[in-house]
């Protein structure tokens, strides 16, 4: 872990416990555990961007599960089965983008269904059990992904990243930051270009705070400068993490992410997406398949309620975007450094994704 | 003038009178204007961006001239002379890179010189004859700007624009707007992206409030949305006005329009930059040699002075890049669209610069 950095989620208690969020809406002026004690209370949490980074939605999404399953009236095998299906589809819908939701959910699921308990209270030992092992695999899969893509960074190097891809958006030290983290902590010389990534500032209000925190060498700059930055050869590489990535490696990743590794390649600048093998999705071939989501037109217009835009402005807020495969240089995993063809590295590094 | 747009520059009463500048960081929120009385006046709300875009700091300029030398203590030909000299200095110092700000300062200095007048009144009297003619010539340069360009805008048009080139830039319709006001006045259905233009939000603030009030459709998006726009087939072309241009074609432009347009290229959509002969600089033979404004750090960290970035976090903020002259398509000019290669096209265009 990093030192002076809170965590971003605490399970307090047994199966009878609270899912404690670190709430991201009010950093970097506050730190403050927003408290879930119901299904609906982490729903609410993960939708209003309390909790966010892929990983760290899958960790609250199965944590959301056993504050569900515990409330339920379901009883005997079956119907804590359909009672376990109806939740998952009910947290799931929370967002659209992110894969880790879907799958932890799913693994949440499909543990309570082989238990074949009978009981809400039992049902929910076995959810916390799981959720506590996919929070536990993914703060081992971002050490990996730390120690993998170390070797990427040299001494000097300048790093560009988008959206906040570090210790906040896991359980664990990130994933595109994890890296730098690792080779920070070997003594190497590193500094970062935050793109401070509007709308919902996730570079200046997270990555700033959680680098100044660990006392990595970092400057904000405006999503429009990366251009600038990388025609004056200030950019070594850019280091962003996914939201869900196609079999084939085309990545959906914050908004502004396909635009920088379009940058990139136009200035000969290697490209490297980190993300565990939970973030990748097989089942989806390539990257039009993956759902977008919309959200609300004030985020851009009123940013943390200040408008700035005149009343009535329209505005059109798509979260995410699809960074195509073959701009991306290679993937840094919790398996290895996959280079391409994508199909195929991608597919033998995640023959077994949930083992 | 665009009906239901308040002027952005107004002198009001005679060489005694005083330069009233709409005051563009209350927009879109309120419409107020700021009085000059003094050269300083005048100097500080340029400074602060009361008065932005390249053709309006010129005039704002201009009438800074017979401000400061009403005021001059000087007298005798030679005194006034060295006095206009003097304090053409000073209010250019106010900001580097457009190059109308030097242009038209220098040219009330050479007119107060020729003019050969002895006393301070007369001067003045001289200086605000210029630049009202100033005024005049780039309200009338933004006209023939429009006429030139909307020819290049079909019906159902969808045109991305960067920052604000619009009326609030120029005493007149604009330059890369002009073209729009036109053709939507001869009832060419037309929809403009509207980039927020991030640090100081010209596209939001400003661009957003003109369309809106000339009743031109318009979406707000942030900066960082172009590339995936441009990648849905949502733009057809990319029309933005330019700070200076050098003898080569390269411009300076907002921050963020050099990525703009290297997207742009890498999806084949063409680049329009809208422009006065004012803003050409033939004594900058290319791009390198502009000189770029820095802005305080604040504008990126505390926009609006709402803190969003950590205390203590470090930011950079250029206020402009340069597009070298490759990727633009042509120059939208009240000389004519100039096309490559344009060392020739501009010399050319440019003969009779201040005719």
New interface residues.
């Given amino acids: 872990m990093i030192p002076r950095l809170p965590p971003v989620l605490i399970w307090r208690g047994g199966s009878g416990g609270a899912l404690c969020l670190l709430d991201q809406t009010l950093l ?2 506050r730190v403050r555990y927003c408290v879930c004690r119901t299904a609906e209370d982490a729903r609410e949490a993960i939708r209003r961007l309390a909790v966010r980074g892929a990983p760290a939605i899958g960790c609250a999404a199965a944590y959301a599960m056993v504050l569900g399953l515990r409330r339920s009236k379901a009883h005997g095998r079956d119907g804590l089965r359909r009672a376990a299906e109806t939740l998952s589809a009910r947290v799931r819908s929370s967002r659209p983008t992110a894969v880790n939701l879907g799958w932890a959910v799913e693994r949440v699921r499909a543990a309570v269904s082989r238990s074949g308990t009978g009981t809400a209270a039992a049902a929910a030992a076995v959810a916390l059990r799981e959720a506590h092992a996919i929070m536990q695999e993914e703060r081992a899969r971002c050490e990996a992904i730390g120690r993998a893509g170390a070797r990427l960074l040299r001494n000097g190097s300048n790093v560009l990243t988008h959206c906040n891809a570090g210790a906040l958006a896991t359980p664990g030290l990130g994933t595109a930051l994890a890296p730098i983290y690792l080779a920070a902590r070997r003594g190497r010389r590193l500094h970062v ?1 935050v ?5 919902v ?1 996730q570079g ?2 997270l990555t ?2 959680e680098l ?1 925190r660990a006392r990595v060498p ?11 930055l990388m ?1 004056a050869g200030r950019v070594d590489l850019v280091l962003v993490g996914a939201d869900r990535i196609a079999a084939n490696g085309d990545t959906a990743n914050k ?2 992410t ?2 920088v590794a ?2 990139a390649r ?1 200035h000969g600048i290697p490209v490297y997406v980190a993300a565990p093998a939970s973030t990748f999705d097989l089942a989806i071939p390539a990257g039009n398949r993956i759902p977008i989501e919309e959200r609300p037109e004030n985020e ?2 009123a ?2 309620g ?13 979260a995410f ?2 960074t195509p495969a073959n701009l991306i240089t290679a993937f840094i995993t919790d398996r290895g450094i996959l280079f391409p063809p994508y199909p195929t590295s991608i597919r033998n590094a995640l023959k077994n994704k949930t083992g």
């Fill in positions: 970097p002026h270009w793109d401070e990534t509007r709308p500032l200046a209000r700033m705070w100044m970092a400057t904000l700059v405006t999503d429009s400068m990366a251009a600038c025609r908004i502004g396909y635009g379009l940058l136009a851009i217009t940013p943390g200040h408008r700035w835009a005149p009343a009535g402005a329209r505005a059109f807020n798509p975007d699809v």
